[in-house]
Nanobody, 126 residues
Framework: QVQLVESGGGLVTAGDALRLSCAVS????????MGWFRQAPAKEREFVAA????????FYGDSVKGRFTISEDNAKNTMYLQMNSLKPEDTASYYC???????????????????WGQGTQVTVSS
């Protein structure tokens, strides 16, 4: 049974930084894609960032490019999202997800992922 558990969310002020973590347990420990999405109230789930395995190519949504950095520690089965220069519009629940199969689905689409975490709330005040 694959489980993903996010942590690191919280309430911060605009301009602050946060680092989210996603601990992955179960499965083969080799994922094709690991990603972060976010969802604000009354909005669709939005792609934030993804990292491929192997090769560790990274992908970012336009709204976070230059501010957020995705990384992973394979030895710890943990993925991270370093978020700098946070803005009030970054307020959302953040979800991590992994793709466990080969797929032609783009990394920025939710259907390209097989397992999801429960989410962690990030609130940025102005």
């Amino acid at each position: 049974q694959v489980q993903l558990v996010e942590s690191g969310g919280g309430l911060v002020t605009a301009g602050d930084a946060l680092r989210l973590s996603c601990a992955v347990s179960g499965g083969t420990h080799s994922w094709y894609i690991m990603g972060w999405f976010r969802q604000a109230p009354a909005k669709e789930r939005e792609f934030v960032a993804a990292i491929s395995w192997p090769g560790r190519s990274t992908f970012y949504g336009d709204s976070v490019k230059g501010r957020f950095t995705i990384s992973e520690d394979n030895a710890k089965n943990t993925m991270y999202l370093q978020m700098n220069s946070l803005k009030p519009e970054d307020t959302a629940s953040y979800y991590c997800a992994v793709r466990a199969r080969t797929s032609t689905d783009p990394v920025y689409t939710t259907q390209g992922y097989d397992y999801w975490g429960q989410g962690t709330q990030v609130t940025v005040s102005s």
